[in-house]
């Protein structure tokens, strides 16, 4: 880790400046305000990293526009700050931010929310399709309600329905997708597979109930039987989506137990992001953090919006 964030783009403003311009602006530079990619032209003087347009007649640098804009934060404890959550499996907490970086608890605290925001995907496509695999499950989060048993003291509740409730699905070799849902009833479901599976998929689960019905709206359903002790038969298996939901929930046990629950989803995406451009599809740190910066544009979070 120390090696990686001795690079100078995590602590020198200079270069942190000409790399996020070089993901920004693949493509040259241009006015942010009007589109402008001809006549734009640096300022100069004391204004490094700022440029005039010649068109519109505004002054704007690479970071108009996007979930770095207006902050005091130097760029490259952003770009450092960015780098981590990329590259920590489980996720990073705005606690070990404001240590590392040596920013405040609250500062750490919005830009983790404003990074998560570029790291969320703006426009879903569904996931599966012809001949693929996606494989579906549900979890919870968080205490049961405790009830006081005469002889037992204070347990906490059977079964989850006081907890928080999670579906989850990936594609097999591909992307996940974690969505918190408010129950799960057969309508709920319904909808969360009918707005982010392609009906042509195969579509793979434990034998719970609440599957059957909407399960004949894909090419096929089907399912392992957890209770007869089968995980897999041939290829049908759920392990991936447990499998990702062991890492995940490792990750908010571990570094995000503080979670608000109005905040989750945004912890949801950040942990699908990496999922999707993970190592074994070809991502290594720096690419996945360049994938991050990449997605900055046009999400800019006031501290408001990131309080809910
Ligand atoms: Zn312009």
Known sequence: MTAVLSDPIFTNEEAARVHFEELRWPNGRYCPHCGEAEKTSPIGGKEVGRFYCLSCKKKFSATVGTVYE?????????????HLMCASKKGISAHQLHRMLGITYKSA????????????????????GNGQIVEVDETFLGQPDQVYENNGGWKGKRGYHTKIKVMGLVERNGRSRLIKVNDLHVGTIAKVLAENVDPNSRLQTDQAKHYKNHGKKFAKHETVNHSKKEYARGDVTTNSIEGYFGLFKRGMVGVYQHCGEQHLQRYLNEFDFRYGNRSALGFDDAARAAEAIKGVAGKRLTYRQANG
């Open 70 to 82: 207006r902050s005091h934060i130097p760029l490259h404890k952003w770009l450092a700050a960015t």
């Open 109 to 128: 605290w919005f830009m983790c929310h404003r990074i998560r925001e570029a790291m969320t995907d703006s426009n879903p496509t569904p996931m599966g």
